[in-house]
């Protein structure tokens, strides 16, 4: 990059700021402070700046909702991929992505889902999403031996129980839902998890 370039990049900002930016208004206060004029007053750059990264409001409304799929929707789809010698380890897995912010980022998950309630092209977006990751839920118990329907069931159940968690915004230690986390995985899979494996999951959360 030139040093005239490079002047320019950080007189500006750059679009990863502005997009950072935007997730917490988004998260903090909803899809409508997410305005360039207020988010340009925030980090002291003009709306200038903004136009030489985004075209326009919807643009940067896009990256959000880009942001949203690699902090939710792929780390959970790797999750119900992720190498498992047992079914209970595979689930496990899963609750582990789940539990944690650093894999599947939940305070945006929520914001996104308020989002959809405004806005009937990212309500869309969100069933399509709902519905490739409900599909990755069934493929995966689906390897493990269940038919078709019990496979979609329990993926329902597996999928509802999370997304519930999120949108009643509940709020427990971890020491609690590690006491739950044996019986959600005999109700998600059938069978319980061995001490071993659990004793793997916690170290994982640690």
Known sequence: MRAEDQQETGWRGSPELWVGAAYEALIEQGVDAVRIQTLGEKLKLSRTSFYWFFKD???????????????????LIAASTA????????MLNLIA???????FDSRLEFAVRGWALQ?????EVLRRVDAERLAALRAMLERWGHDPHDADVRARTIYLV?????SMQTRETLELRFARVPN???????RRPAENEL???RASLA
Request: hydrophobic share 45%.
């Open 199 to 201: 004793a793997r999951f």
């Open 97 to 103: 992505c789940f539990l944690s912010e650093q894999s």
């Open 83 to 90: 190498y498992a010698e047992t079914e209970t380890e595979a």
């Open 57 to 75: 409001r919807a643009a940067l409304l896009a990256a959000l909702l880009d942001m949203w799929a690699g902090r939710t929707t792929a780390p």
């Open 119 to 123: 806005d009937q092209k990212v309500l």
């Open 162 to 166: 999370q997304i519930g968690y999120i």
């Open 184 to 190: 959600y995985v005999e109700i998600f899979c059938g």
